[in-house]
């Protein structure tokens, strides 16, 4: 999980704990889950972005209803069904039925559904989804395809995602508080919004419904969690924020108030030291050094920010300014005709690559025409949680509260349903 597109959301208002399940509550939902239906309404989850074409299947019968819930007509079951636009204003099945441009999909034996996208060329399999899906017509020839799931099903899908398969169980339950409490915060931001969250690392990544042994985990962790959010105490209230959480933070968590005014709380104020994560594997505790051209980071820096073409060639990259621990959290580019760039070091590493460069804790100079980024230390932002910290902790015998309650200061557990 990284935390770019949450950054660039509208600011969240706060949420008092009394009225945690005041905001995400509507009528009972739809769609049975595995599990007994929380009191939430259900979170909305985008898992396909504009796409040309999707395939659908399920081993029960699909309806199709329109927003109305009114019936347009069924699906057979283990029947592939290839949805596409057509005419801007209808949805095409198997070249035969039209539909709406907004309809829902819905598994009449609450059985889940399976989902692929047609992308460069190639059938792509999502996942399985349990809940519904609504697909939507896009920029009159594109397809939006959105889970409507019970959240702790959806829980259950990202930690089966962002966990690694090895995770201790007290990991797994901790990866679940924190999943969970990131997932209802941003249900209530905006209770009416149509969709709460992508399924990308932009976000959680989710993959749907996963029933192999990992899956089986995941779901006990999930189902012993359940209802259970991280909360602080602001005066006399209990309120939620958004946990965010990373790879390994390489020796310590950075603060998140530079990021935006809603992530400046106590839980998210930083520098929290662990040597925790050094267990974490191949170079996701120590990386680099790292060669990219000069060119090619001009290139994508022009392509993205405006004033980036205003400095002319870039002649020098130097750290701006640091967090208290001493990351990197600004970089300073100088160019040609002696104007200067100023950029968050977080936003540098996701225009150059950040699976390459794996993190903002770097040293960084130029060599002739390439610029070396050596000394990296952790995988991600290093906000809030460090995942690989949680499960060396673990590992030592800590509990998921008291791990949690380690990585956002004065943060606690509580039950909401």
Not at 82 to 95: G, Q, S
Not at 205 to 232: M, P
Not at 260 to 275: A, F, I
């Amino acid at each position: 999980m990284n935390m770019t597109r949450s950054f660039n959301r509208r600011n969240a208002r706060t949420i008092s704990n009394c009225a945690i399940l005041a905001a995400a509550l509507t009528a009972t939902p739809i769609f049975a889950s595995h599990r007994d239906p929380t009191p939430l309404r259900d979170a909305r989850i985008l898992i396909a972005d504009s796409v040309p074409r999707i395939r659908v299947e399920s081993t029960s019968t699909i309806s199709i209803r329109n927003t109305d819930r009114k019936k347009l007509g069924e699906l057979p079951p283990n029947t592939p069904t290839d949805l596409r636009p057509r005419n801007n204003a209808t949805i095409e099945f198997n070249k035969q039925l039209q539909t709406p441009e907004d309809i829902r999909l819905e598994s009449e034996n609450h059985e889940p559904i399976r989902v692929s996208i047609y992308r460069r060329n190639e059938w792509q399999q999502l996942g399985l989804y349990a809940g519904s899906l609504r697909v939507v017509i896009i920029n009159s020839n594109r397809l939006d395809v959105i889970n409507h799931v019970d959240v702790e099903d959806y829980v259950a899908g990202v930690v089966a995602a962002e966990a690694w398969p090895t995770f201790h169980d007290q990991a797994l339950r901790g990866q679940a508080i924190v999943s969970r409490s990131f997932a209802i915060y941003h249900m209530t931001r905006d209770p009416n919004a149509e969709i709460d969250l992508s399924a990308t690392q932009g976000a959680q990544v989710y993959r749907g419904i996963r029933s192999d042994a990992v899956g089986r985990r995941v779901d006990e962790a999930v189902d012993f969690t359940r209802g259970v959010v991280l909360v602080y105490k602001d005066g006399d209230k209990d309120r939620l924020f958004c946990t965010y959480y990373s790879a390994a933070c390489g020796g310590s968590s950075q603060p998140a108030a530079p990021f935006g005014s809603e992530s400046d709380v106590p839980p998210l104020r930083g520098n929290v030291p662990c040597d925790y994560c050094e267990i974490a594997p191949g170079d996701n505790y120590r990386w680099g050094p790292i060669k990219m051209s000069l060119a090619s980071i001009q290139q994508k820096l022009t392509a993205r920010y405006n004033k980036a073409k205003k400095i002319g060639r870039i002649t020098s990259i130097a750290v701006s300014s640091r967090t208290d621990a001493g990351r990197p959290l600004t970089l300073r580019f100088t160019g040609s005709n002696a104007e200067t760039f100023d950029l968050l070091a977080e936003k540098v590493r996701h225009t150059l690559g950040p699976n390459k460069i794996k993190s903002t804790d770097f040293d960084v100079r130029i060599d002739g025409a390439n610029v070396i980024f050596k000394n990296g230390k952790g995988f991600g932002h290093g906000l809030g949680l460090c995942q690989w910290g949680m499960q060396g902790q673990a590992l030592k015998g800590k509990r998921a509260g008291d791990i949690l309650r380690y990585y956002y200061p004065s943060a606690r557990p509580v039950r909401v349903y």
